[in-house]
């Protein structure tokens, strides 16, 4: 899940900490906690989603590298 660190009574959502998936080729990791923090942005910072976004993530980064190939 997300965490929030309050500096200076600013609030700064910093990206989901998801398990390593190493156990099957999911391209880099941090292409994936990348695409992963976008969709948890683009979902408005909604809290409780983070392993569908993990996962989601995954298969775009998939994707990206099969068309890029």
Do not use: C, I
Not at 20 to 32: F, H, K, L, Q
Not at 45 to 51: K, P, R, S
């Amino acid at each position: 899940m997300p965490r929030v660190s309050r500096a200076a009574g600013k609030s700064t959502a910093t990206a989901p900490t998801l398990p390593r998936s190493s156990d099957r080729p999911s391209g880099n990791d941090e292409d994936v906690a990348q695409v992963a923090y976008e969709l948890f942005m683009q979902r408005g910072g909604v809290h409780g989603h983070d392993q569908d976004d993990w996962f989601e993530a995954e298969q775009l980064v998939r994707e990206r590298q099969r068309r890029a190939r």
